[in-house]
């Protein structure tokens, strides 16, 4: 079996005054896992857009085989065996999954004019059934869930003939179950002499599943391990710069009245009789399988599932469920949604524009914003997320995903808001950044403000929560305050395993 090499060398790549890639050489081969980390804007996704053609490099060399060649755009990219599955899945949820897999290179009886979808289903159907996924060719994507539309990211990669396959950030949004279905799936491809080039922040994924770790730091390669002759301590320290100070929860003594309570709340099957409160000054951990109904909570408490029912009061008065972010921000309620990119951020606007969103008519007298205060906000937001930018007025499409998502977090640091939905707070943001946004939360907390979070990360749940709920196929199945949070069997309850519905800790 032959082994492929891709080699980049005394790469560098320059957006307008800033350096984001300098003098960085990386080197993949075939049939092995090379993972790529480093903190948010450390490089890592420009070096993989330079690699997949989205970015033509200013300086530097890539080969293959030993080869000299030219990647312009992603079709040329292509041509080279070199396939980059995004964060951000690019599928199209009206298609079906045999379309979308051949969207762009049809399939055609004969020299007709005619799409033959037969033979598309069919090699389609091959791949699924190769990989032991139970899908039809024929199921629209819209009815996959999270992790299965990774697996036809890849399968779609496969069917270009890809020998090399980038996967960007490929857990953010799988469930435990999913992840380990993942991980399966790549071992496969390592059999098949596929190359995976692996970007992430979670190290034990790394240690369990890569051959080799490349470390990026400010735009420079700063070193390459064998994962079998390194450790997580050693790669986290070459990441930062110095050995990574741990987010240690603080014991909490002072948690006051209830702030909101929900009774009964119901979507259909999404969500089942659910009820539950949350007192000043607590965190709220809710936690489960991705579709369990753990978002769909939070969505609905801020007016955005226009199905639910139930009751919902916030300082003893009743919220509407009907009425939407504008009215639950005039109730000093703030919201984090999981989906940035989609409708998290304004893309065409600046980082300070993005930050001081909410708080914009507070800003405004007779027509004019107080751009002096609005800056002052920008730069605590920026400051004390560890948010890596330029400038405040960068637009934010320009930032790394995990730079988005801290500015999402940003924008509630110096709002007037007493309750904080946060979901996946940390999604996409390294491990440095994570304690810098725990340790924030943690402040806003002992401070009085009210937080729910939703999260799928296990370490997460542990670390945050005051007190954890865990939904199960839409119903509340565990509860436990701080004092009572065990691992094995918050892990049980969201599989759904050995548990009574509503049942304690105890």
Partial sequence: MSVNTIKMEGISKHFFSTQALNNVDFECR???VHALVGLNGAGKSTLINVLGGVHIKDEGQITLNGKPIDIANPIEARTHGISIIHQEYSLINELSISRNIFLGRELYKGRSPFLDYKEMDRQVNVLLEKF??????NMLVNELNSGQKQFIEIIRSLMTDSWLIVMDEPTSALSEKDKEKLFDFIERLKAENIGIIYISHHMPEIFGIADEVTVMRDGRRIDTYKISETSESVVVKSMIGEDLKDFIKPEKHHIGEEIITVEDMNLGERLKDVNFSIRKGEILVMTGLRGSGIEEIANAVYGLEPGAIGKVFYKGEELSLRKGPEYKLRKRIGFVSANRDKDGILHPQSVKDNISLPT???LTKFGYIDLTREIQLAEKGIRETTLKTESYDTQIKFLSGGNKQKACFARW????????MLLEPTRGVDVHAKAEIYRVIEELSEKGLTVLIVSYEIDEVMMCADRVIV???????????QEELERGKILAAIAGVGIERNEGCE
């Fill in 471 to 481: 939904m199960f196929d839409g119903e509340k199945v565990l509860e436990c305050g």
């Fill in 30 to 32: 075939s049939g092995e």
């Fill in 360 to 362: 914009i008519k507070k």
């Fill in 413 to 420: 640091l110096d709002n007037d808001v007493d309750f904080l």
């Fill in 132 to 137: 032991e996924l139970c899908l039809s060719p």
